[in-house]
């Protein structure tokens, strides 16, 4: 499993490295807010991040736990879910072959159909499938 590599470091450099955050920020008990601290795109970002050249996410969650708690996490592992709902759009073909005498039209097959001379397409054999579109609606991240 992937660590942090505060877990490696030495309680005295580590808390040099707490003193030097503590100087240019607050601490934040919102965990997006703090996270986007470090976006190396910054000046912020790069001045939190200069020591090590980049903090990985769970560098990031280490130091936010430490920040907040004042001890040093152990690490866990969290299900998380994506939900959505996915409407498909498909197109079926069923087929059936039918002996006939004259050229069948589609009023004259509702009409068979109607009067029971024919099973509903529905039921008769599929004979091709095509995915036309998909959406996604609904969307949610939970633990």
Known sequence: ???SRFERI???PFKKYVDYVLKLIEVDDDLSNFYRLFDNNTTLGKKLNTPFGSLS??????????L???ERP????????FEFDEVVTTQVTNQITLP?????DEEYISELMFNDELEHGYEWPEAERNHIDTEFEN?????
């Open 1 to 3: 499993m992937e660590r």
């Open 10 to 12: 030495p309680d005295v």
């Open 57 to 66: 996410r769970l560098d990031i969650e280490y130091l936010y736990y430490y």
């Open 68 to 70: 907040n708690y004042d």
């Open 74 to 81: 152990s690490i866990s592992e969290e299900n998380v879910f």
């Open 100 to 104: 006939t005498y004259v050229d069948l």
């Open 139 to 143: 969307s949610s991240y939970f633990c």
